[in-house]
C-alpha cells in the first residue's frame, strides 16, 4: 500500500471522521433513521490511520511531502 496521505490530510479526515462516527452514535447503539450513514466516516478513519487513500492512488495523487 503506497503512502499517499500526507499529515494535514490526515488530521481532517480524523476530525470528520470522527464527527460521523458520532453522528451515527448520538443515541446509542441503536442506530436509526438516517443515522446508518455516519458509518461512513469509518472509512476516513480507516485511510487516515493506514496513511493510504485507494482513490488518491487511482488517480495518482498525493498530499505526502516528497523526502529527500
Sequence with gaps: MPVN????DQYV???IG?????????DG??????HWVGLIGL??????F???CPLY??????TCSVRQ
Excluded: D, E, N
Design 5 to 8: 496521505v500526507g499529515t494535514v
Design 13 to 15: 479526515r480524523i476530525v
Design 18 to 26: 470522527l464527527a460521523l462516527v458520532a453522528y451515527a452514535l448520538q
Design 29 to 34: 447503539l441503536s442506530i436509526q433513521g438516517w
Design 43 to 48: 472509512v476516513p478513519l480507516a485511510t487516515a
Design 50 to 52: 493506514f496513511k493510504s
Design 57 to 62: 492512488t487511482i488517480i495518482g495523487y498525493s
